[in-house]
């Protein structure tokens, strides 16, 4: 951790270390709204990816001062629907997709920092695209210690809970600028826009995502292909092993399919090793998840997503989930979610076994 804080010193950034009791240890990267780096006890090798660039500090300057959105890794946080907050026009997605600077890096200050939580907030205004709309949004999020649900796995052990909420201004002239139409939003979009917590880990390649579910279940493409073998949808699991080479692809699932976990197995570069990192979420079946597929974008209810990144000079996996949505309205107009990361390192075998105690998965055969 020490050569991720002192690359980014030395790029003008300014990185925030947290340690809880229990050995776990945390990095923060407060102006760019990240998580950055989580560590077990016994090694500076980060469980989660982050970029290369940020190696050393004149990688990192030079990294930062480019054109275009900067992604350091990490932990991160934006808002849902996809549709509405990054694609200019349905109709050519890739050539319209950008990462609007108000969420990403955004405009992330620290608010508070002790030795049991460190708190930040995004007080900013994203635009909504299909309904040509500007909204103020304050975000919010904390990090605190999680506590080990398996202490006497012998597997060493970091993890946080994060808590986010999301505010989002009621004021009617605010949700009609930039519509061109003072009696209201467009047919078809409702008066009210509707947003929701989007968070994700990026996650070091290759790997395998392991998503339990309430039922055999097949999850949706939503861009790109799978290579062909590395996806299976089993009774109560769809895996993905996720490697280079191939296209980028991404799947998505709804609310009711899931369990409210999802894991994320991978060797690590110490031979023999093994990390196996879980995301606790919260699902609500009938809860109102805006986000939606590219096509048809009128279906949404997506809880959960996966995503590979293969090509280009960053390449990583994503485990993603979403929170129901808050709506612009009086009563409505805020969302709260709170989730855990559980990360172990240990061998193989002790992997398997707390894979089969918090997924209920059987995972032998892939660490063979």
Request: with cysteine.
């Amino acid at each position: 951790m020490v050569s991720w804080i002192n690359s980014l010193k030395g790029a003008g950034r300014v990185p925030v270390p947290l340690a809880f009791p229990d050995g776990s240890r945390l990095l923060v990267l407060p102006e760019s709204g990240r998580l950055l780096g989580l560590f077990t006890p016994e090694t500076d090798e980060n469980v989660l990816w982050t970029n290369p660039a940020l190696a050393t500090a004149e990688s990192a300057t030079a990294y930062f001062n480019r054109a275009g959105w900067p992604n350091p890794g990490g932990d991160r946080t934006w808002l849902a629907p996809e549709i509405e907050l990054f694609l200019g026009d349905l109709k050519r997605p890739w050539e319209t997709y950008k990462v609007q600077p108000a969420l990403d890096p955004g405009h992330w200050t620290l608010e508070t920092v002790t030795d049991a939580e460190l708190c930040l907030t995004n007080s900013t205004r994203v635009r909504l695209h299909r309904s040509g709309r500007d909204i103020d949004v304050r975000l919010r999020k904390s990090y605190r210690a999680a506590a080990n649900p398996l202490s006497k796995s012998g597997l060493h052990y970091a993890g946080y809970t994060q808590v986010t909420t999301v505010e989002l201004d009621q004021a009617a002239e605010a949700l009609r600028q930039g519509s061109g139409q003072a009696g209201g939003p467009p047919v078809g979009l409702r008066a009210e826009p509707a947003l929701g917590i989007w968070n994700l880990l990026q996650l070091p390649q290759p790997g395998t995502m392991l998503i339990p579910t309430r039922t055999a279940t097949g999850p949706q493409l939503v861009f790109g292909k799978c290579v062909a073998g590395e996806l299976a949808a089993e009774a109560g699991l769809v895996r993905w092993h996720m490697a280079a080479p191939g296209p980028d692809a991404k799947i998505a699932i709804k609310a009711p399919s899931l369990t409210g976990r999802a894991g994320y197995l991978r060797q690590t570069a110490t031979s023999g090793i093994w990390d196996l990192v879980i995301r606790e979420f919260a699902v609500d079946p009938g809860g109102n998840y805006v986000d939606a597929l590219w096509e048809p974008p009128h279906e949404t209810g997506w809880c959960f997503q996966a995503c590979c990144v293969r090509n280009g000079d960053e390449r990583f996996n994503e485990l993603e989930y979403h929170a129901p949505a808050a709506i612009a309205a009086a009563g409505a107009n805020t969302g709260r979610d709170e989730s855990r990361v559980w990360a172990f390192r240990g061998a193989a075998d002790a992997v398997s076994e707390a894979a089969c105690v918090l997924l209920g998965v059987d995972i032998e055969r892939i660490v063979e």
